[in-house]
C-alpha cells in the first residue's frame, strides 16, 4: 500500500454548522473517510481589494487520491463561500492500518 495515495483536504467554513454539514455529507458519501472540525480559526486575508480577519472553523478530511476531484465538486456544492477554501496536501507517512481503514471509507 501507497501512502501517496492519500490525501488531507484543508477547508475552512463560515460556521460550526456549515462545517458538520459538509463533513456529514462528504463522509456518508465515502468522499472522506473522516473530518476533524476545529472551530476558532482566525483568518487573515485579502478579499475583493481589503485586508480582512474572520473567525472561522477548520475542517481536515481524510481522503484517497482518487476520490479527491469528486470531494472538491462536493465541497463547492455545498459550501456558502463564493470561494472555498480547498487546498489537498499528500499524506507522506502514516500507520498502515489507519491508511487501510482510510482506503477502505472512501
Given at each position: 500500500?501507497?501512502?501517496?495515495?492519500?490525501?488531507?483536504?484543508?477547508?475552512?467554513?463560515?460556521?460550526?454548522?456549515?462545517?458538520?454539514?459538509?463533513?456529514?455529507?462528504?463522509?456518508?458519501?465515502?468522499?472522506?473517510?473522516?473530518?476533524?472540525?476545529?472551530?476558532?480559526?482566525e483568518s487573515i486575508y485579502?478579499?475583493?481589494?481589503?485586508?480582512?480577519?474572520?473567525?472561522e472553523v477548520l475542517m481536515?478530511?481524510?481522503?484517497?487520491?482518487?476520490?479527491?476531484?469528486?470531494?472538491?465538486?462536493?465541497?463547492?456544492?455545498?459550501?456558502?463561500?463564493?470561494?472555498?477554501?480547498?487546498?489537498?496536501?499528500?499524506?507522506?507517512?502514516?500507520?498502515?492500518?489507519?491508511?487501510?481503514?482510510?482506503?477502505?471509507?472512501?
Amino acid at each position: 500500500m501507497s501512502v501517496m495515495r492519500y490525501r488531507i483536504a484543508l477547508v475552512t467554513c463560515a460556521s460550526i454548522a456549515e462545517a458538520r454539514k459538509i463533513a456529514r455529507k462528504v463522509v456518508e458519501k465515502k468522499l472522506a473517510a473522516c473530518a476533524n472540525i476545529l472551530p476558532g480559526v482566525e483568518s487573515i486575508y485579502r478579499w475583493k481589494g481589503k485586508v480582512e480577519r474572520t473567525r472561522e472553523v477548520l475542517m481536515i478530511l481524510k481522503t484517497s487520491a482518487a476520490r479527491l476531484p469528486e470531494l472538491e465538486r462536493e465541497v463547492k456544492r455545498l459550501h456558502s463561500y463564493d470561494v472555498p477554501e480547498f487546498i489537498a496536501l499528500p499524506i507522506a507517512a502514516g500507520s498502515k492500518e489507519y491508511l487501510r481503514w482510510v482506503g477502505g471509507n472512501t
